[in-house]
């Protein structure tokens, strides 16, 4: 099976702007996570879909938005982007809603100049 | 908030040696993951262990899931280079209907040839 697909890999953003980042999950995964990196806060969690639904929301601003469609396939939108949301963004998939173990994608590199 | 503290944060050591990393909470996870991440890249996923007190190996990884479910350590026995990478736990919320994970702090690991 194809592994979890994001793209773009790399990103440049200017402040102000906003962009959309897709994940493309493994087949039959149902679950969608999404999470930012940085080397200052670690890996923090920003929201799941389970069946286009948003099931769980981390601490972020709501500049921070998603949706799932029903192929399963996500994508997340940042709008008025801020230098600090300069970061690695990782999807993770999963086969059912809870209790499975989530299989991540490479990334996308998001720089915000 | 669940928090899961990583010790060592940095560790650099020589080929052949064994080594620790401990992953501790004061919260209980239902399940905990380790992953291994190289730079640029997404976690890849080491094991799950899921009961209290479980042990499970992976060639030369030894992983360990305290038995109240809030602590968990890896051993790596006779280190190689192709070890070094950044290694992350991630526990799973205990009693939620979510796949969200709490990641931990990290610990980097460079093996030396």
């Known amino acids: 099976k194809a592994g979890v697909t994001q793209t773009p890999r790399y990103l440049i953003k200017t402040r102000g702007q906003q962009v959309t980042l897709s994940c493309s999950p493994i087949?039959?995964?149902?679950?969608v996570s999404w999470y930012q990196q940085t080397p200052g806060q670690g890996l923090q969690f920003l929201f799941e879909y389970f069946s286009e639904t948003q099931r769980n929301k981390g601490n972020f601003p709501g500049r921070f938005s998603g949706r799932q469609f029903s192929n399963s396939r996500s994508e997340m939108n940042v709008s008025t982007l801020e230098l600090g949301d300069s970061a690695l963004y990782l999807c993770?998939?999963?086969?059912?809603?809870?209790?499975?173990?989530?299989?991540f994608g490479p990334g996308t590199r998001l720089t915000v100049t | 908030t669940q928090l899961l503290e990583q010790s060592p944060q940095f560790l650099s050591i020589q080929e052949g040696e064994n080594l620790t990393v401990y992953c501790n909470s004061s919260?209980?996870?239902?399940?905990l993951q380790w992953y291994r991440q190289e730079p640029g890249e997404g976690p890849v996923l080491l094991v799950t262990?899921?009961?209290?007190?479980e042990v499970k190996k992976l060639k030369r990884l030894t992983f360990q899931f305290g038995d109240a479910r809030k602590d968990s350590s890896l051993h790596i026995t006779a280190a190689q280079p192709g070890d070094t990478g950044l290694y992350l736990c991630a526990g799973r919320e205990a009693g939620g209907a979510t796949n969200k994970l709490i990641f931990g702090t990290g610990t980097l690991l460079a093996v030396q040839p």
């Open positions: 262990v899921v009961t209290g007190g």
């Open positions: 993770a998939s999963s086969f059912q809603g809870q209790g499975y173990e989530q299989y």
């Open positions: 087949s039959g995964h149902r679950s």
């Open positions: 919260s209980v996870f239902s399940s």
